[in-house]
């Protein structure tokens, strides 16, 4: 019997093994020449990622399994002396929410006034890191919300102290985020101080964000503050991006050598924020609402 | 009941844990070490159960892999699929080979197999060639033989009954 089913085996009938290798070849190239169009594979993708996720999950358990128990253990003390301090820093906060609600009525008032309307308002969900490393050269991570939690491309993702980077694939139960830092991730950046336009290029290195298109004389200087310019559509504007630590005049280059440590803790975080940003403009007072809402309609 | 004491249950099992091992987070200074467990584990079932284990299961890895790592779908299928191609068609000989010369065999397909990546990453945005892009070819054949142990002692476990 056993010999029989080997024997079976090992003169198995089918299609011999160079026209496998040939429908392999050809069916790789198929999915490969399709993918470097760009054409949509996402369908065939999120559905090969549901045997994916869970080697995905299981890697990360150890790492979420220490993150509980240190929490378990914690003692009363720490907790009760984080606790008093989150509660000083949510008093804090709040207040200066309190000036904030004004100041906003304030803005869009006066938006209205010039005519000018800008998107405000953002939506936010809370996605947790999961420690795993898809390559070892590029800066993509993993977080647990997917396209289950209408996660999509393109999407900014926002850390408490600034940008992060932004969401680039979203398969159903998890999604690649590209990091501010990756060597092929550019975003459009505006100096707070002064509102200088520019473009801040990932380095490859973790704390460093290089701007390659600011001329030698660019009224730019260490300690200025780097805001999102919302330029692009993809960030909001708005949000702090990086400080600048360095900058050196090359007399012989047409630019500057400027340097830029980004504000959000890229490599310690393991609590992100994916935003929606909210699409409809705010309504401009000199247009009367039902001629708007149908110039709006004839837009989408 | 199968008649077989090897299940298709181990094969798959040790596949999917070599998957895991590929995308372990590890400290930056060791992640561009980090060889193609994957990889290995198809060559040594590819050698050992060639009846069992072939093109199919190398290609079907090779996909899930892409989507493991978030590659383009295809690259990694195509270069699984070659090289396991080339251990079946080599296995007879590889498997009278003593240990240092199944890993040169071992160290040029991890080298074909980063090449044809290499070649496709090139294709995708031109990029320009890091000397450590190559590093994982050699870790990979320094772990050939702990694979190699490993994976025949999951072979050789009889259940019991």
């Known amino acids: ?300 | 009941m199968m008649n077989d004491s090897l299940g298709y249950g181990r094969i798959i099992l040790s596949l999917m844990l070599a998957m895991g091992l590929r995308i372990i987070p590890l400290p930056s200074f060791l992640a561009g070490l980090n060889p193609d467990w994957v990889l290995l584990s198809l060559i040594y079932w590819s050698l050992a159960v060639p009846e069992r284990v072939g093109i199919f299961y190398a290609w079907t890895f090779g996909l899930l892999t892409d989507v493991l790592l978030g590659r383009l779908l295809g690259q990694y299928a195509l270069a699984y699929s070659l090289i396991i191609y080339l251990c079946l068609k080599l296995h007879k000989r590889l498997r009278q080979f003593p240990i240092l010369q199944q890993g040169l065999f071992i160290f040029f397909c991890l080298l074909l197999s980063q090449l044809l990546l290499f070649v496709i990453k090139n294709f995708q945005n031109p990029a320009q060639l890091h000397g450590s892009f190559w590093l994982p070819v050699f870790t990979g054949t320094f772990c050939w033989p702990m694979v190699y142990t490993t994976l025949r002692y999951i072979r050789l476990i009889r259940p019991n009954n």
């Open chain 1, 1 to 300: 019997m056993n010999e029989a089913a080997a024997i079976k085996l090992l003169f198995a009938v089918g299609p011999s093994i160079n026209t496998r290798l040939l429908a392999a070849i050809l069916a790789s190239s198929a999915l490969l020449t399709t993918e470097l169009r760009g054409l949509q594979l996402e369908p065939v993708r999120a559905a090969l990622s549901f045997f994916v996720d869970p080697i995905r999950y299981m890697v990360d358990m150890p790492a979420t399994l220490i993150e509980q128990t240190t929490q378990s253990i914690n003692s009363y003390t720490a907790l009760k002396r984080e606790n008093e301090l989150l509660r000083e820093q949510q008093l804090v906060d709040h207040t200066k929410l309190l000036k904030f609600k004004a100041l906003e009525q304030e803005n869009i008032r006066l938006r209205a006034l010039l005519e000018n309307s800008f998107k405000l308002g953002e939506q936010v969900l809370v996605a947790e890191l999961l420690s795993v490393k898809m390559a070892p050269y590029e800066h993509v991570v993993l977080v647990n919300k997917g396209t289950r939690f209408g996660v999509h491309p393109q999407q900014p993702v926002l850390d408490a102290n600034g940008i992060v980077g932004q969401v680039i694939r979203s398969l159903p139960m998890s999604s690649e985020i590209m990091l501010i830092t990756d060597p092929s991730h550019a975003i459009p950046v505006q100096v707070n101080r002064n509102g200088l336009l520019t473009v801040a290029v990932g380095s490859g290195q973790i704390s460093r964000l290089n701007l390659p298109f600011l001329p030698n004389n660019a009224d730019v200087k260490p300690g200025d503050l780097l805001i999102t310019s919302g330029l692009g559509g993809t960030f909001p504007p708005g949000y702090p991006v990086a400080v600048i630590d360095e900058f050196n005049p090359q007399p012989n280059k047409p630019f500057a050598s400027i340097t830029a440590t980004p504000k959000a803790m890229l490599d310690r975080n393991r609590e992100l924020l994916i935003v929606w940003s909210n699409s409809n403009p705010i309504p401009l007072t000199s247009k009367s609402p039902g001629k708007e809402t149908g110039s709006e309609h004839n837009d989408e």
